[in-house]
């Protein structure tokens, strides 16, 4: 315990802010075994069924530009609002608020200008995903503003975070990148290939690996026990999607290195 608190900030004084942290928690690991266990949300290679049958999603369903758009929209909007409704001259609160507007203005403008897409997206997955996105975003900056006041933790690890957060950004960018560029090769169709280059050569989930680099640089910025909590979920979320992804990619190409793992290089 004593550890722990050289590290982080004590619980805030919020049932909200201390439920939601294990509600959140919980949920994103269910939805990660759920991944595991072939029960997918809707959405890239798993919009649709591997039956040679049309889908019918029960809700629905929009394009997958639409679709993304709309997962990091509102959560871009209450980054950027936090700066208007929570002023404050605190470099750590500042520097959670920035960090969470660049991420999401990132993956807004690679929806808009880098990605390619053909498929669609099931409405109660964009929905499930959006509701994580902007809840766990205005949970963030609310728990940080019990900090406000606060003794800093002994150990102040905010620019640590900010180097995870650089690199975790440039990394995810630089992978989706080389994922676009596929979709280039083949004219734009949607036609999958086996992704080479940077640490495609050894996971096949490289940008997931640095999705996750930047969701823990917001905990390390910000040091609070709700940001630690969503950056465990979010972990659990996309090990479990990494490994779904990984056993598709099998299952569709004969040739598929075996050696290339699904998250972690030559471990996972």
Same mark, same amino acid.
């Given at each position: 315990m004593d550890m722990a608190t050289s590290f982080v900030y004590p619980p805030p004084p919020s049932m909200l802010l201390n439920t939601m942290s294990v509600i959140g928690l919980a949920a994103l690991a269910q939805i990660a075994w759920s991944e595991v266990r072939g029960n997918h949300l809707k959405y890239s290679k798993f919009a649709s069924s591997s039956s040679p049958q049309p889908q019918k999603h029960r809700f629905g369903s929009f394009s997958s530009r639409i679709g993304m758009l709309l997962l990091y929209t509102p959560a871009f909007l209450a980054a950027a609002a936090s700066f208007f409704l929570l002023p404050s001259n605190d470099l750590r609160f500042l520097l959670l608020k920035s960090a969470l507007a660049i991420h999401f203005f990132k993956r807004?403008?690679?929806?808009?200008?880098?990605?390619?897409?053909?498929g669609d997206m099931a409405v109660d997955s964009a929905f499930i995903i959006t509701s994580s996105y902007f809840s766990s975003t205005v949970l963030m900056l609310y728990s940080q503003t019990f900090t406000l006041g606060l003794t800093e933790p002994p150990f102040d690890t905010k620019l640590i975070g900010i180097v995870m957060f650089v690199v975790g950004i440039i990394? &995810?960018?630089?992978?989706?990148?080389?994922?676009?560029?596929? #979709?280039?090769?083949?004219?734009?169709?949607?036609?999958?290939?086996?992704?080479?280059?940077?640490?495609? &050569?050894?996971?096949?989930?490289?940008?997931?690996?640095?999705?996750?680099?930047?969701?823990?640089?917001?905990?390390?910025?910000?040091?609070?026990?709700?940001?630690?909590?969503?950056?465990?979920?979010?972990?659990?979320?996309?090990?479990?999607?990494?490994?779904?992804? #990984?056993?598709?990619?099998?299952?569709?190409?004969?040739?598929?290195?075996?050696?290339?793992?699904?998250?972690i290089p030559f471990v996972f």
């Open positions: 807004i403008f690679e929806v808009l200008c880098i990605h390619k897409y053909s990394g &995810n960018l630089y992978h989706h990148v080389l994922l676009a560029k596929l #979709r280039d090769e083949e004219g734009g169709k949607k036609v999958y290939k086996i992704p080479k280059g940077g640490l495609f &050569n050894t996971i096949i989930c490289p940008h997931y690996l640095f999705e996750i680099i930047v969701f823990w640089s917001f905990f390390v910025i910000s040091q609070t026990i709700y940001s630690f909590s969503f950056a465990m979920g979010t972990t659990f979320y996309l090990v479990g999607r990494s490994y779904a992804t #990984r056993r598709w990619y099998l299952s569709k190409f004969d040739d598929f290195p075996k050696h290339i793992k699904a998250l």
